[in-house]
């Protein structure tokens, strides 16, 4: 797999495109006729998770589409996103939504319809992800990415094994790796953690598995370095001033890379599945633009491009074969048949259900 140094190293040469053949001898889809979005300017305004897009794509859109200016902004929980969302005019004409957020979205006027013939490489979207129950058409979000939540785990710090959410909420393990284990700083997916911890499922509308996992994060918190961000233990994890942390599967590919002592694990009990995905918010100021860069990024070899920087599986059926051997088979980013048969989505809630959640929340983070 190329190394994200070895990327930005072809990335100097000429742009994104010129990166693309550089680095494994990509193809660009032909299309036909010209690029979507080819003569649209003004600027694009973009939202995204931070350490989660190839940069250097940036310019390569700009020298394709003549937009003049791109104001790339990054943010650290799902959280943050919907606030923004909440906020229309959100100040953003693109930004990354995960599965869960989407229908609400929809509901709430947030985001706007997807006009598909601004985007004819949906035909390219792997099967797996049409008919998804979010947005079984894409008629308001595209698939960026997907992964899954485990536990990054630094094997030359850590004292003892990790091979469970059961070892994160163990007070021996948590006493002898004080101050050096963290959650995310994210409400449904460290639920989620305790919830799997205690055999009940990540979507559920009892208040009393709510509770029993809020008394097992108030139990763990005091062991905790924080409730951590992924710019956070991108840092801290490698270098090993922290020993395990709650983690996205892509960040950890990506600190693998510097520290080979970093490891990622699914837990035995399950984990988080998710998708991310490309949504155009109301009152985006160039919808148009935001347009052609979805359908750019699902240009295949943008997309294997990416999806080898930021170390997470994509969905565009042409690219998987174009990734390395050692991209599609490595389990830490394209999990295994008995792995995934324990991964488990979040789900949209009910306005009452969500309400525990965010009072168990409000707790658990006060505490």
């Known amino acids: 797999m190329v190394?994200?140094?070895?990327?930005?190293?072809?990335?100097?040469?000429?742009?994104?495109?010129?990166?693309?053949?550089?680095?494994?001898?990509?193809?660009?889809?032909?299309?036909?006729?010209?690029l979507p979005g080819s003569a649209i300017g003004g600027e694009l305004a973009i939202y995204n998770w931070s350490y989660y897009l190839f940069e250097p794509l940036l310019d390569e859109f700009r020298r394709q589409t003549g937009v003049s200016a791109i104001r790339y902004d990054t943010f650290e929980s799902g959280d943050q996103v919907w606030q923004a969302l909440q906020r229309a005019p959100s100040g953003y004409d693109l930004v990354l939504l995960v599965d869960r957020y989407v229908p609400e979205a929809v509901a709430q006027g947030y985001i706007l319809p997807i006009d598909a013939r601004?985007?004819?490489?949906?035909d390219l979207v792997l099967p797996t992800?049409?008919?998804?129950?979010?947005?079984?058409?894409?008629?308001?979000?595209?698939?960026?990415?997907?992964?899954?939540?485990?536990?990054?785990?630094?094997?030359?710090?850590?004292?003892?094994?990790?091979?469970?959410?059961?070892?994160?909420?163990?007070?021996?393990?948590?006493?002898?790796?004080?101050k050096k284990v963290t959650m995310l700083d994210?409400?449904?997916?460290?639920?989620?953690?305790?919830?799997?911890?205690?055999?009940?499922?990540?979507?559920?509308?009892?208040?009393?598995?709510?509770?029993?996992?809020?008394?097992?994060?108030?139990?763990?918190?005091?062991?905790?370095?924080?409730?951590?961000?992924?710019?956070?233990?991108?840092?801290?994890?490698?270098?090993?001033?922290?020993?395990?942390?709650?983690?996205?599967n892509g960040d950890v590919v990506q600190m693998r890379l510097g520290a080979p002592q970093v490891h990622y694990v699914v837990p035995t009990e399950g984990a988080v599945l998710w998708v991310d995905n490309f949504?155009?918010?109301?009152?985006?100021r160039n919808k148009a633009a935001a347009e052609a860069f979805i359908n750019f990024m699902l240009e295949p070899a943008n997309e294997t491009l990416n999806s080898e920087y930021i170390g997470y599986p994509n969905a565009n059926r042409l690219s998987y074969?174009?990734?390395?051997?050692?991209?599609?088979?490595?389990?830490?980013?394209?999990?295994?048949?008995?792995?995934?048969?324990?991964?488990?989505?979040?789900?949209?809630?009910?306005?009452?259900?969500?309400?525990?959640?965010?009072?168990?929340?409000?707790?658990?983070?006060?505490?």
């Open 321 to 367: 074969d174009w990734l390395p051997e050692s991209f599609r088979t490595d389990p830490a980013i394209y999990p295994d048949p008995t792995t995934m048969a324990k991964l488990r989505p979040l789900q949209e809630l009910d306005p009452a259900t969500l309400a525990v959640y965010e009072a168990v929340w409000q707790t658990v983070s006060q505490a």
């Open 186 to 248: 994210d409400m449904r997916e460290t639920l989620a953690a305790a919830l799997l911890l205690l055999g009940h499922g990540v979507n559920t509308t009892v208040a009393a598995d709510l509770y029993e996992a809020r008394d097992r994060l108030i139990e763990q918190k005091p062991y905790l370095a924080k409730y951590a961000s992924a710019a956070e233990y991108m840092a801290a994890l490698p270098a090993g001033d922290w020993a395990a942390s709650h983690a996205w």
């Open 118 to 122: 601004n985007v004819p490489n949906l």
């Open 3 to 34: 190394t994200r140094r070895e990327f930005l190293k072809v990335a100097g040469i000429a742009g994104a495109g010129a990166a693309a053949g550089a680095a494994g001898g990509y193809a660009f889809r032909a299309l036909s006729g010209p």
């Open 129 to 178: 992800f049409e008919d998804l129950a979010y947005d079984p058409e894409h008629s308001h979000s595209v698939p960026y990415v997907w992964g899954t939540t485990g536990i990054g785990v630094n094997t030359a710090a850590v004292a003892g094994a990790v091979t469970s959410w059961a070892d994160l909420f163990d007070v021996p393990f948590l006493q002898a790796n004080f």
């Open 279 to 284: 949504v155009v918010p109301a009152g985006a």
